[in-house]
């Protein structure tokens, strides 16, 4: 009994609500006219995936330097 539950993962979970929010920030992006940001996304995801070898880990922090990155350069360059 409760013998399944020592071998729960929930990476799955959490990369796949990463990749969610990586969707819908570049879909968000592209609908509103942010193409700056949106080309950033897409170039800093691209650039991490290739240099991690294009492994899962390298996905999920493709991923996430993306999503850093969309929200923060496109401010810094109305500055």
Known sequence: MGALLGHMDLM????????????????????????????????????????????MNGGFAAMIAALIAGQVLPRMRHK
């Open 12 to 55: 799955p979970l959490i990369y796949g609500f990463i990749m969610f929010l990586g969707i819908w920030s570049m879909y968000h992006k592209l609908m509103s006219g942010q193409l700056f940001g949106f080309v950033v996304e897409a170039g800093i995801f691209s650039l991490v995936f290739w240099l991690h070898g294009g492994s």
